[in-house]
């Protein structure tokens, strides 16, 4: 709670406070709203309270109410006497699109400059949630592989764990570590048409730490990555772990004008 009046003060005495001719409250209900819109206050935080943000703001708690009522008036907000406020809206982040070809391409390039060693290929029955995400039959198999990718002067920087619908014949240990998945899949006549990732953090355990030369509890970029086949069938999944001093990831974007 501390850190948020905090941030939230900063950006009212750094600019809010003073913009436009707008009433006190609206400005406030606004700093409010984009902070919970945004992601800044997640769903389930409890918010300050009419007094704290009074006192914060230096502003009376009257003013504080209304917008705050507002809040709540947008189902932004939930208010209970005694328990206080809670954010009841669930941010979910926006997906940026961008196209596949290049993206294929710079899997095809990273592959030129570094090696990738097998750990193990097996045929086995996902998790649970894996096999829901890949609509896979309470007994379905997949092709579980597990991979580390080092750089050119041998530093191991991605760890990654794949489970792919295909034959096990075409996903020998000698070609996965000399083609990309993605061609395999291709040789097996199976296109990739779309690809969905998600990119957040974890902190490496022992395993991974070992395998990529970290510290346990290192922060780790994280990557989740869905591959659909022409049909809009999920084919592929691939959870990879990226050493962030020795991995990158850049995107380019352009506008449309």
Same mark, same amino acid.
């Given at each position: 709670?501390?850190?948020?009046?905090?941030?939230?003060?900063?950006?009212?005495?750094?600019?809010?406070?003073?913009?436009?001719?707008?009433?006190?409250?609206?400005?406030?209900?606004?700093?409010?709203?984009?902070?919970?819109?945004?992601?800044?206050?997640?769903?389930?935080?409890?918010?300050?309270?009419?007094?704290?943000?009074?006192?914060?703001?230096?502003?009376?708690?009257?003013? =504080?109410?209304?917008?705050?009522?507002?809040?709540?008036?947008?189902?932004?907000?939930?208010?209970?006497?005694?328990?206080?406020?809670?954010?009841?809206?669930?941010?979910?982040?926006?997906?940026?699109?961008?196209?596949?070809?290049?993206?294929?391409?710079?899997?095809?390039?990273?592959?030129?400059?570094?090696?990738?060693?097998?750990?193990?290929?097996?045929?086995?029955?996902?998790?649970?949630? =894996?096999?829901?995400?890949?609509?896979?039959?309470?007994?379905?198999?997949?092709?579980?592989?597990?991979?580390?990718?080092?750089?050119?002067?041998?530093?191991?920087?991605?760890?990654?764990?794949?489970?792919?619908?295909?034959?096990?014949?075409?996903?020998?240990?000698?070609?996965?570590?000399?083609?990309?998945?993605?061609?395999?899949?291709?040789?097996?006549?199976?296109?990739?048409?779309?690809?969905?990732?998600?990119?957040?953090?974890?902190?490496?355990?022992?395993?991974?730490?070992?395998?990529?030369?970290?510290?346990?509890?290192?922060?780790?970029?994280?990557?989740?990555?869905?591959?659909?086949?022409?049909?809009?069938?999920?084919?592929?999944?691939?959870?990879?772990?990226?050493?962030?001093?020795?991995?990158?990831?850049?995107?380019?974007?352009?506008?449309?004008?």
């Amino acid at each position: 709670m501390p850190a948020l009046l905090e941030s939230l003060k900063s950006e009212w005495v750094m600019g809010v406070k003073s913009q436009s001719k707008e009433p006190l409250y609206h400005k406030l209900y606004v700093l409010l709203r984009n902070s919970i819109t945004n992601g800044s206050v997640e769903f389930g935080a409890q918010m300050p309270t009419e007094q704290q943000l009074s006192n914060a703001f230096g502003i009376s708690r009257i003013t =504080v109410k209304r917008a705050m009522d507002d809040l709540a008036a947008e189902n932004l907000i939930a208010r209970q006497r005694g328990k206080g406020s809670h954010v009841t809206y669930r941010y979910e982040p926006e997906p940026v699109s961008a196209p596949l070809v290049g993206m294929l391409e710079n899997l095809e390039e990273m592959s030129k400059h570094s090696s990738v060693r097998v750990i193990s290929i097996e045929s086995l029955v996902p998790p649970a949630d =894996v096999r829901e995400t890949l609509r896979l039959n309470t007994d379905g198999t997949a092709l579980k592989i597990l991979r580390v990718r080092s750089n050119e002067d041998g530093q191991p920087y991605a760890y990654y764990v794949s489970w792919t619908k295909a034959d096990k014949k075409r996903f020998t240990k000698k070609r996965v570590e000399s083609k990309t998945r993605i061609a395999l899949l291709k040789e097996s006549g199976t296109r990739i048409a779309r690809v969905e990732q998600t990119l957040s953090a974890e902190n490496a355990d022992a395993g991974v730490g070992a395998l990529l030369d970290v510290p346990v509890h290192t922060a780790l970029l994280a990557l989740t990555r869905q591959s659909f086949d022409d049909a809009g069938d999920m084919v592929d999944i691939l959870f990879g772990l990226y050493n962030p001093k020795l991995f990158a990831y850049k995107m380019v974007l352009g506008l449309d004008h």
